[in-house]
């Protein structure tokens, strides 16, 4: 379900203000649909009332007609059906059911004109079974073959040719026990049939109207979020120099790229300050430190002279260590194309070179875009590490996903879990001791998750199953 709704902010507050404004008129739909029914129905039980407040018998007289039943009577018409009559009959029929809640504001609508009914029905029924409505189509056929004897049009019959379909409404009071009904019929007329698309229409209009609104408005709101979130990335991994972006959008946004922009050159400028520094340190301990390995070739115990030489080199490789993982992202080396079996191979073959027992299995093809210098030299210290306290490394390469993943794996003690993410912050050893050979300056991991991470990856340390540790350079494809 994720995989479909939109990433962005501009769409997913979009989708949420077109969802609620759907459900909003949904509601508004209901409303204004109970509402007119409720409109409907009251003014049907005032019709009602009304009908049942008026003479049936002086109604009656109108509609008369004549005894002879001759055509000019028939012209003038019999009782209509859909009036109020007299009955010593209730209005319901024995299969029907009093509609209560009707029936009682009808009564409340009669109270309001003084009438107070001993009893009142209320029924809605088919006109097609109602008894009078039966009763009033036979009479009209009859009527009708009459005026076609006395060769005159025939009478168009007040009862439509869909009328046995139509819903009536039934009421009958009576004022005293035993006595007489007032029954009334009123027809129920249909709903309004564009009710449902004139909510339709309006849905559309004010959907086209908002959405259009709302998307110029976050429009002018998200293309700054957007060049900035953009900017943000591209910093993150090249830090090389300050890019200032045009300050667009609200008041706010403004001021965000503004201090954005601010804090930008100020960390460009630290990190130039900080390469300057380095490259400063650097030459400046380097330079006596090739003076003093020139020094100690004249000291005659030959014993002392390896061990002080042995010092000379640590701290050089320790300082170049340092000097390597300050660089990390900052070296203006571009990335290549390259077969990651390949560049594996080779580093395979400069630890057989030096008689260090380090394998590498077959190799899938896998091109990647990468800085070769930097993920040879990630490489080359998780290898160092599998040699130094594993006694031997095994290289593989594999894909997973979208991301190229080296491995190596040692049978060495491997590491406690508790100290995985320790091991791989700087100046942290696996052995106590400062002896390079042994115990390292402590800075191989931690200049190999830089190196991943620079290039969108990361290194991930586990324990294997037998025993041994599996370090795994994690590159993205």
Avoid: C
Avoid at 292 to 302: A, K, N, T, Y
Avoid at 459 to 470: A, D, H, I, P, Q
């Amino acid at each position: 379900m994720r995989r479909f709704l939109p990433k962005s902010l501009l769409g997913q507050t979009m989708l949420a203000i077109g969802i609620a404004l759907m459900v909003t008129q949904m509601v508004t739909a209901v409303l204004l649909y109970s509402a007119a029914e409720s409109r409907r129905e009251n003014a049907l039980l005032n019709r009602v009332a009304l009908n049942l407040l008026l003479d049936p018998n002086a109604r009656e007289e109108r509609w008369r007609a004549p005894p002879d039943r001759n055509a000019e009577g028939l012209r003038r018409g019999q009782r209509r059906p859909l009036r109020t009559i007299t009955s010593p009959d209730a209005p319901i029929l024995p299969s029907e059911h009093n509609l209560d809640r009707r029936a009682e504001i009808l009564e409340e609508i009669l109270a309001g004109q003084g009438v107070q009914p001993y009893r009142l029905q209320l029924v809605v029924r088919r006109a097609g079974d109602d008894p009078a409505m039966q009763e009033w189509a036979k009479r009209r056929v009859g009527e009708g073959s009459i005026l076609r004897e006395a060769g005159q049009r025939p009478l168009r019959l007040a009862l439509s040719p869909g009328w046995a379909d139509e819903r009536i409404l039934v009421a009958g009071i009576q004022f005293e026990e035993s006595g007489e009904w007032r029954i009334a019929r009123v027809r129920i007329p249909p709903g309004e049939p564009n009710f449902g698309w004139g909510i339709a229409l309006q849905t559309v209009l004010l959907f086209a109207v908002l959405m259009t609104v709302l998307f110029l408005i976050l429009r002018r709101i998200t293309r700054p979020l957007q060049r900035l979130t953009e900017r943000v990335g591209d910093f993150a991994s090249n830090p090389d120099r300050a890019v200032v972006i045009e300050e667009a959008g609200p008041g706010d946004m403004r001021r965000l790229i503004a201090a954005h922009n601010r804090m930008e050159a100020r960390i460009a400028a630290m990190l130039d300050e900080k390469d300057v520094m380095l490259g400063a340190i650097g030459h400046d301990l380097k330079t006596p430190l090739a003076a003093l390995r020139v020094r100690i070739e004249s000291v005659p115990d030959e014993i002392q002279r390896q061990k002080m030489a042995s010092s000379i080199e640590d701290i050089t490789a320790t300082l170049d260590d340092i000097l390597t993982l300050s660089r990390v992202g900052r070296d203006g080396s571009g990335r290549e194309t390259v077969d990651l079996g390949k560049l594996a191979l080779g580093v395979v073959e400069e630890f057989e070179d030096l008689g260090e027992p380090v394998t590498i299995a077959e190799l899938p093809r896998i091109v990647a875009d990468v800085q070769v210098t930097w993920v040879r030299r990630a490489l080359r210290n998780l290898v160092s590490n599998a040699v130094r306290y594993g006694e031997a490394a095994r290289i593989s390469i594999l894909r997973d996903g979208d991301m190229a993943v080296l491995r190596v794996e040692d049978d060495g003690p491997g590491i406690a879990p508790d100290r995985i993410e320790e091991m791989m912050q700087p100046f942290t050893r696996g052995e106590a001791s400062r002896n390079r050979a042994t115990g390292g300056a402590g800075l191989g991991l931690t200049l190999a998750r830089a190196i991943a991470q620079q290039h969108g990856g990361d290194l991930v340390l586990g324990n294997r199953e037998g025993g041994g540790l599996r370090a795994e350079l994690r590159l993205p494809l």
